[in-house]
């Protein structure tokens, strides 16, 4: 499995920026897509975005398209989620996972099976 670390949460006021990192060690991880998941209080842990093994394809939920945009450095091992023009309603625990077979997408959480501890992200109004 491929062990994962996000850091880069915190409190920001609406309207302001934060950006995740999710660090990768362990099994491979260049030929994983990732994805990144937020849970907010009392609510199901969501999809949020994913990234291609290779970078070259991104897709995002509807309501963080524009917003959010998640990019990989394999030079670095690290995954980001550069959050911009922050809402409260993406207020949660952010996790990063690291698809379960190489080279595939997917959106489900079962479609991921190495998962970090996750980071908070507060945005206040």
């Known amino acids: 499995q491929v062990q994962l670390v996000e850091s880069g949460g915190g409190l920001v006021q609406a309207g302001g920026s934060l950006r995740l990192s999710c660090a990768a060690s362990?099994?491979?991880?260049?030929?994983?897509?990732m994805g990144w998941f937020r849970q907010a209080p009392g609510k199901e842990r969501d999809f949020v975005g994913g990234?291609?093994?290779?970078?070259?394809?991104?897709y995002y939920v509807d309501s963080v398209k524009g917003r959010f945009t998640i990019s990989r450095d394999h030079a670095k091992n690290t995954v980001y989620l550069q959050m911009n023009s922050l809402k409260p309603e993406d207020t949660g625990v952010y996790y990063c996972?690291?698809?379960?077979?190489?080279w595939g997408l997917g959106s489900r959480k079962t479609d991921f099976g190495s998962w970090g501890q996750g980071t908070q992200v507060t945005v206040s109004s």
């Open positions: 996972a690291a698809a379960s077979t190489p």
């Open positions: 362990g099994r491979a991880f260049t030929n994983k897509a």
């Open positions: 990234i291609a093994w290779n970078g070259h394809s991104t």
